[in-house]
């Protein structure tokens, strides 16, 4: 009978103890994550422990900060240029003023 972390795929090791481990890989994701990242980071661990906990022991959590942190600096991008369109800001304004 399999267990559930076989079901998923995982594997285990047979140590010198005559016990088995399992072989857990790390994704090993470089955190690149800011603002955004530390912030949903936060909101996780206060407001959603199961959510946090689960990403956390699914190896998940860095690239899921690294998601949000990106996709949130996309959007203040995005917004930053449509208000400078809408003030009529430009380069040359913020250049002599």
Known sequence: M????????GTYTLGADGIYY???????????????????KTYLKEHRPAMYSLYMLED?????????????????????????ERQGITEELKACD
């Open 60 to 84: 998940r959590l860095t690239e899921h900060l690294n998601a949000v942190d990106d996709e949130a600096q996309e959007r203040m991008d995005i917004l930053m240029r449509q208000m400078m």
């Open 2 to 9: 399999k267990s559930t972390f076989e079901k998923m795929g």
């Open 22 to 40: 399992p072989n857990l890989v790390s994704t090993d994701e470089e955190p690149h994550y800011g603002k955004y990242g530390m912030m949903r």
